[in-house]
């Protein structure tokens, strides 16, 4: 089974702070993502990587920014946290080969407030 | 511009009854399409999918069909349980996964 584990389920912080969000996979895929979720807005691409140290913005880049370096590890990161990036933010990882091609493995989520 | 809409929020169905759940995409580039469950406090978990080279898919309870020319897919749930109660998300994305996902539905199954 692909496990996507997410560091933190639920985060508090202060605006301003910079957060960092960690996301592991253990299944070797290429691709991995960050997205966003809010109510009546659905999941919203953040950042992508379909390779170590490759990063490519979404839909919603703006206030937040990535690392990957190493395969199995995607970082997102809040430079300065502001309240509205308060949401639950989701880890995905996908292959690029094989019958589980482009199907997304997601991660529990972690619930961040920004106060 | 959200490329992917599910116009209901929510859906209220007895159990034992067809669950319908309904999306609606603006991108004629999308060619592959998930249709993801979500318990709060949890990540959303694959339920199906369909490429654009199929007009439906099945798997157990869960059929999905697609419209190509409409730029619709449906998601059938027959029979509908309690433990289906959740939000539903629809997904697209062109031949390499970028994907766009919809709004969500929630999902209320009532005995």
């Known amino acids: 089974d692909v496990k996507v584990t997410q560091s933190s389920r639920y985060l508090v912080k202060r605006t301003g702070e910079k957060v960092f969000l960690e996301c592991v996979q253990d299944m070797d895929h290429e691709n991995m993502f960050w997205y966003r979720q809010d109510p009546g807005l659905g999941l919203r691409l953040i950042y992508f990587?379909?390779?170590?140290?490759?990063?490519e913005k979404g839909d919603i880049p703006e206030g937040y920014s990535v690392s990957r370096e190493k395969k199995e590890r995607f970082s997102l990161i809040l430079e300065s946290a502001s309240t509205n990036q308060t949401s639950m933010y989701l880890c995905?990882?996908?292959?690029?080969?094989?019958?589980?091609?482009?199907?997304?493995?997601f991660g529990s989520g972690t619930q961040l407030s920004v106060l | 511009d959200q490329q992917v809409k599910q116009n209901s929020p929510s859906l209220s169905v007895q159990e034992g009854r067809i669950s319908i759940l309904n999306c609606d995409y603006t991108n004629s580039m999308f060619d592959y399409f998930l249709w993801y469950k979500k318990y709060p406090a949890e990540g959303p978990t694959f339920l199906i999918s369909?490429?654009?080279?199929?007009d439906k898919n099945e798997d157990g309870r869960f059929t999905v069909f697609l419209n190509k020319s409409a730029k619709h897919l449906s998601l059938h749930i027959v029979p509908s349980q309690p433990g289906d109660s959740a939000v539903y998300f629809c997904?697209?994305?062109?031949?390499?996964?970028?994907?766009?996902f919809g709004a969500g539905t929630q999902v209320v199954v009532t005995p």
């Open positions: 990587s379909y390779d170590v140290k490759m990063k």
């Open positions: 995905a990882s996908s292959s690029t080969i094989g019958p589980l091609m482009n199907r997304l493995f």
């Open positions: 997904a697209a994305s062109p031949r390499w996964g970028k994907f766009q």
């Open positions: 369909i490429s654009s080279i199929k």
